[in-house]
């Protein structure tokens, strides 16, 4: 194998793919990148397994062929290599020669038929959406995935269409977060629960990605894998098994109180207020309700605040106490200026929901001893 690149192109393209690269395995192969070179395309491909990377590069295929590199070792290679063309070329024996400007570094590459093979999906269903869209769904929902392996489906999002409403969920035991998003055709039904690991990837990528509101991603979805693909990258990953919960369940109910609120005071405010709480404290923030204004109070080892927060309130006063990150994440989220937060009592959750139901998040309240 021969190949032309560039060292800004090459480099974007192995640093995506090596998201799929995993940080302990048993299985050596699985540290290395694909290189491969056929068919005028040159790709890179990482894979742990779960999670299977495959972007396109752009360059000239001198001599086509394939090869794995060590991650690590070629990635802080081209990392330090000048800008301009890298020449990458490797032998029969695996030996790969990479030279740019006046650098020149010999690896060792390993044997391809080695290397697992991309996971082969079938579509059963699909639908499009575009980067940025499902870029934004997943940061309005990440944040509300468990990160406790004992509880599979609370690690992934349920990603679920009915005709062209798309709605992604995510819960973590403490709390919800749902967006419903309409999609610009009739998909059908839509059903998978997407690894919250693979959803953070794809954020990522996509926001390191040239802002292109045209670009778009075809979701595909089979017999335990999906699979995203975009103009450069392929992304496929293993669902979660199981049938995720009745959400819609969880959130039914009537709310007696309802606040409308500025948002960015709102979040401010708690955000000063936790200033105060190390990270093992649990101390909850305590909100006083009432008829023109909230209140908000927490004292910590560290001392204590209180605040007063202007809102339009129908309903009861009464006092409720949150762990205060929950409600901070789901705020960072929300662009409204003013938001409507709906309660029942103290020991109820609170709800934040966007008045043409595009996003929703249910908080659970803290024991305040009241």
């Known amino acids: 194998m021969k190949i032309v690149c560039s060292q800004a192109e090459l480099l974007k393209s ?14 050596d192969i699985l540290e290395c990148l694909l290189i491969d070179a056929h068919a005028d395309t040159i790709t890179i491909t990482g894979n742990d397994l779960v999670l299977c990377i495959v972007t396109k590069t752009p360059g000239d295929i001198i001599q086509e062929g394939s090869i794995c590199v060590n991650s690590k070792i070629f990635t802080d290679i081209i990392r330090k290599l ?16 990479i030279e740019g400007d006046k650098a020149k570094f010999n690896i060792a590459g390993r044997e391809t038929r080695e290397y697992p093979s991309a996971p082969e999906v079938i579509e059963e269903n699909g639908f499009e959406i575009s ?20 509880n599979r489906l609370m690690s992934g999002e349920h990603f679920e269409i009915e005709g062209n409403t798309l709605t992604v969920t995510a819960l973590d035991g403490h709390r919800i977060a749902v967006v419903n998003y309409t999609l610009d055709s009739d998909y059908g039904t839509f059903d998978a629960v997407v690894i919250g690991k693979t959803l953070n990837e794809i954020a990522k990528i996509y926001a390191a990605e040239k802002e292109d509101s045209s670009e778009k991603t075809r979701v595909s979805l089979s017999d335990k894998q999906i699979k995203f693909v975009n103009s450069q990258t392929t992304i496929i990953s293993r669902t979660v098994e199981g049938k995720y919960y009745n959400v819609k369940q969880m959130m039914s109910g009537d709310f007696d109180t309802i606040l409308k609120i500025n948002k960015k005071d709102f979040l401010d405010s708690i955000e000063r207020a936790s200033l105060l709480i190390r990270e093992t404290d649990r101390r909850p923030v305590v909100i006083g309700i009432g008829e023109e204004s909230i209140e908000l109070k927490i004292t910590t080892t560290l001392g204590s605040m209180n605040e007063i927060v202007p809102v339009e309130m129908e309903g009861n006063e009464f006092l409720i106490g949150f762990n205060p990150k929950f409600i901070i994440e789901a705020l960072r989220v929300i662009d409204d200026e003013m938001i409507e937060v709906k309660l029942v009592s103290s020991k109820a959750p609170m709800k934040i929901e966007a008045s043409d139901g595009s996003y929703l998040y249910l908080i659970l309240p803290v024991n305040i001893g009241v």
């Open 14 to 27: 192995i640093t995506t793919a090596s998201r799929a690269i995993p940080t302990r395995t048993t299985l």
């Open 82 to 97: 000048p800008e301009g063309d890298i020449c990458i070329e490797s032998d029969e024996s695996q030996n790969v020669r």
């Open 131 to 150: 980067n940025f869209d499902l870029k934004e769904i997943i940061r309005k929902t990440i944040f509300s995935v468990t990160d406790n392996d004992a």
